[in-house]
Every structure is written in C-alpha cells, then in structure tokens.
T-cell receptor
Framework: GAVVSQHPSRVICKSGTSVKIECRSL??????MFWYRQFPKQSLMLMAT?????????EQGVEKDKFLINHASLTLSTLTVTSAHPEDSSFYIC???????????FGQGTRLTVV | AQSVAQPEDQVNVAEGNPLTVKCTYS??????LFWYVQYPNRGLQFLLK??????LVKGSYGFEAEFNKSQTSFHLKKPSALVSDSALYFC?????????????FGGGTRVLVKP
C-alpha cells in the first residue's frame, strides 16, 4: 500500500496559539487530500477536501478561517489550526489520494491537545 | 447521498471463535465498499475492498467480507479471532459514480477479543 507520513503524532499547545500538521504522500502523488477529525470513540468526520493547487472545500460547520489547509504540492498538504481552543482538542487524520486509487490511505493521525 | 450503518458499537468474542462485524450501506449507484481497522492513536489501516467480481472478498490478516447486494450488506468476518484483532473497525462506502474519492464511514465497531 501507499506510504503516508503525518507529523507530528502528538502535540500539546496553549490556547490562542496555532499548530501546523503536515501530511506527506511518500511514494505517490496525491491530487486530492482529505482531512478528517475524530472525536473519542467516534467515527471520522470529514473536515475538508483539497485539490493540489486549489482552495480547499470545507464541509458544513467547519470554519475555514480556523482550519487553514494548504495543498501546494502533490506530495504535501498542511492543516493549520489557528488560535486553538480546548474544544479543538481532537485526533486529526489526513488521507491523500489520486484518481488511480480505489482504496484510501491514511496518515498515522495527530493527537492535538489544547491547554 | 450515501450512508453506512454499523449496528453494533462493540463486539465481544473469545479468542479462537468466529468474529463477525456487521455493516449495511446505502448508495444511489453501485458501491465501492471497504473495511479499515484502527488501533489506538493510529490512523486507519486498509483491510479489504469490494469493487466488482466475486462477492466474497479476502483481505489482510485472515479477514474476509461478503458483499450482499440484495441485503445491501458487507459484513466483515474472521473464522478464528486473535487477541491482537482487538481494535476499532470501520466500514466505508463510495459511490463509483461520484466525483473524487470521498468515503462515507460507519460509526465504527469496537472489537474485543478475550483470551
């Protein structure tokens, strides 16, 4: 399967600061990137979809100014949580994909804790 | 619109016994169906998929799933469960006519295999 690297795996930050999460597809070019959020003991909630070189499309209820997504290259996408608050604490997972893939591949996830 | 239902929040099974995790789906057209497994604080790992062809699909770690179009089900099975199979399992669906590779996930089923 495809190799996806998501970094950092865990991060603790203070309220009001920003945190950047990186997602890299190491052995394929990701034309599309999905970013998910997962609450404890719950399923994955799609936050946004981004295509390389284009602005991300956000799901209803997700603040685009709070969750900044950059997909500047076919192998790297970033999610920046701006002005973080404790309610932003969650598990964030990226999923890069291409039109050639039928199954999705996922990063290892980032556990964000805002204190 | 597409949806996935996993009716059981948790499945308990003794090691060595058969394991079944249920999944039903709803899509407008023909589905692509997937099973993923998630271990604590990790991303999702691909287990198997149904695209077309044989209704019985074999995947990783001895898992298999049967596509049943009339019942719109895609139950995950393993003949003999291991303690190491204890994890969170997600069923997912994608409408093959839909643009992009956006998946819809079920709520997840926690499997606990007891020695």
């Amino acid at each position: 399967g495809a190799v996806v690297s998501q970094h950092p795996s865990r991060v603790i930050c203070k309220s009001g600061t920003s945190v950047k999460i990186e997602c890299r597809s190491l052995d394929f070019q990701a034309t599309t990137m999905f970013w998910y959020r997962q609450f404890p003991k719950q399923s994955l909630m799609l936050m946004a979809t981004s295509n390389e070189g284009s602005k991300a499309t956000y799901e209803q209820g997700v603040e685009k100014d709070k969750f900044l997504i950059n997909h500047a290259s076919l192998t790297l996408s970033t999610l920046t949580v701006t002005s973080a608050h404790p309610e932003d604490s969650s598990f964030y997972i990226c999923s890069p994909t291409t039109l050639m893939n039928t199954e999705a591949f996922f990063g290892q996830g980032t556990r964000l804790t805002v204190v | 619109a597409q949806s996935v239902a996993q009716p059981e929040d948790q499945v308990n099974v003794a090691e060595g016994n058969p394991l079944t995790v249920k999944c039903t789906y709803s899509v407008s057209g023909n589905p692509y169906l997937f099973w993923y497994v998630q271990y604590p604080n990790r991303g999702l790992q691909f287990l198997l998929k149904y695209i077309t062809g044989d209704n019985l699909v074999k995947g990783s770690y001895g898992f298999e799933a049967e596509f049943n179009k009339s019942q719109t089900s895609f139950h995950l099975k393993k003949p003999s469960a291991l303690v190491s199979d204890s994890a969170l399992y997600f069923c997912a669906v994608r409408d093959i006519r839909a643009a992009g590779n956006k998946l819809t996930f079920g709520g997840g089923t926690r499997v606990l295999v007891k020695p």
